[in-house]
């Protein structure tokens, strides 16, 4: 789950509801996890499910990244400074922060759908790294 791409949802909400637009968002986690991640960086205007089988995930053709590759990612952001927040300064975020690191596939990468009143997909991007989520202006753009 990428809290960074989630607050900047939460921050522009509005946008979307706007558009009359409903917002979800999935994580390859279970309730419990998620409710963690709620208590620790909440609340959000819009509902976070899991698929902690990451059963959809794989339907959807998201990939997880090889841990080498993810990790050199993270620590070259680290040293360049482009990874800012990377791990909280908060106690309670950290703590499941680093839980997350430990215990969920931080691995697999996301994506951005849009849908149809009538449940068509019109429009997807899926991440082919955890620095490519799809801009927040280009999805708005697309509705």
Same mark, same amino acid.
């Given at each position: 789950?990428?809290? +960074?791409?989630?607050? =900047?949802?939460? +921050? ?7 558009? #009359? ?14 409710? =963690? ?18 059963? #959809?995930?794989? *339907?959807?053709? $998201? ?7 993810? /990790?050199?990612?993270?620590? /070259? @952001?680290? %040293? ?12 309670? *975020?950290?703590?499941?922060?680093? *839980? ?5 596939? %931080?691995?697999? =990468? @996301? ?5 149809? +009143? ?6 997807? $991007? %899926? ?5 490519? $989520?799809?801009?927040?202006?280009? %999805?708005?753009?697309? /509705?």
């Amino acid at each position: 789950m990428c809290r +960074e791409y989630l607050t =900047q949802l939460r +921050e522009r909400i509005n946008e979307f509801n706007d558009r #009359g637009v409903a917002v979800y968002a999935v994580a390859p986690s279970n309730a419990k996890f998620i409710s =963690q991640f709620l208590d620790a960086f909440g609340p959000f205007p819009f509902p976070i499910l899991g698929d902690p089988e990451k059963e #959809g995930y794989r *339907q959807m053709g $998201h990939k997880t990244m090889p841990k080498w590759k993810l /990790l050199s990612k993270a620590a /070259l @952001g680290f %040293v360049l400074r482009k990874t800012k927040n990377f791990i909280p300064s908060d106690e309670r *975020q950290k703590a499941v922060v680093l *839980q997350s690191m430990k215990k969920a596939d %931080v691995f697999i =990468q @996301g994506g951005t759908y849009l849908y149809s +009143e009538d449940g068509k997909l019109f429009w997807k $991007h %899926v991440d082919s790294s955890p620095d490519d $989520h799809a801009k927040i202006d280009t %999805v708005l753009g697309k /509705l």
